[in-house]
């Protein structure tokens, strides 16, 4: 019972990760044309006590300003979970970006990020990246795709090798969205991250996002993530992934 209580607790603080804090952007957007905030809120608590106390929590939030040409974007991420004197996760993630257009077709990125995550071994990693974002498709609001050859700079403080690595990667993105008429969307972001002096060290990720509306401002989702790492810290598997479903809140200024 106790091994199984453990394993629980574990499951329950997956219920909606980021793999590895690759950042969905695509997903986090919120398709808007008024001028002003816009913003989701996410969470899940859990609390357990049998042969054993565990609690797990997960926090999200993202606001997002508008005006004109220009959009920013803030998202945050805090995971934690712990049981039995054990702690399962302990991650966190902040990521400000900013967005202008410059055609229907062209539009310039700039990005920060701060994270640390103890599964992964990252003690702590900032990014810095910026290039183009090509939309690919045409004026629908049904069918959108996006491509997007970016520059990021990482610098990252490996826990289990106690090294620092700082590195310059591309960090290429293939999004498309589907947004129908009635409660369903999907969302798709494949992310391709080579190191610049050596290809052979590379990321390869995922990130599918399914909603389906239950009332106006409340939304289900059901996630995917997936991280292939050609060269990942020595005690990290190669290949992660997560299966994940939660409720979205929304809210509007």
Excluded: C
């Amino acid at each position: 019972m106790k091994k199984f209580l453990l394993l629980l607790a574990f499951l329950v603080a997956l219920v909606q990760p980021d793999v590895a804090q690759i950042v969905n952007i695509e997903g986090k957007r919120i398709n808007s044309d008024t001028t002003g905030f816009d913003g989701q809120l996410e969470g899940n608590f859990s609390m357990n006590q049998n042969n054993t106390f565990l609690v797990s929590l997960n926090t999200k939030a993202q606001v997002q300003y508008k005006w004109e040409n220009d959009l920013v974007l803030l998202v945050g991420d805090w995971r934690f979970a712990v049981g039995d004197q054990q702690r399962f996760l302990n991650d966190g993630m902040l990521h400000l970006r900013y967005n202008r257009k410059i055609n229907n077709w062209l539009r310039l990125e700039v990005f920060n990020q701060i994270q640390y995550n103890e599964l992964l071994s990252v003690r702590f990693r900032y990014l810095l990246g910026f290039g183009p974002r090509f939309k690919l498709t045409g004026n629908s609001e049904i069918f959108k795709m996006y491509l997007g050859p970016m520059y990021m700079l990482e610098y990252e403080d490996v826990k289990s090798d106690d090294t620092i690595h700082v590195d310059s990667r591309m960090s290429t993105y293939l999004s498309w969205t589907l947004d129908p008429p009635g409660p369903f969307s999907f969302t798709a972001t494949t992310y391709y991250q080579p190191l610049l002096k050596d290809w052979e060290d590379f990321r390869l990720s995922g990130v599918y996002n399914v909603k389906f509306r239950l009332i106006k401002r409340l939304d289900f989702k059901v996630d995917f993530n997936f991280m292939y790492d050609s060269r990942p810290p020595s005690t990290i598997r190669k290949f992660i992934f997560a299966l994940t479903t939660g409720v979205i809140f929304k809210f509007r200024s």
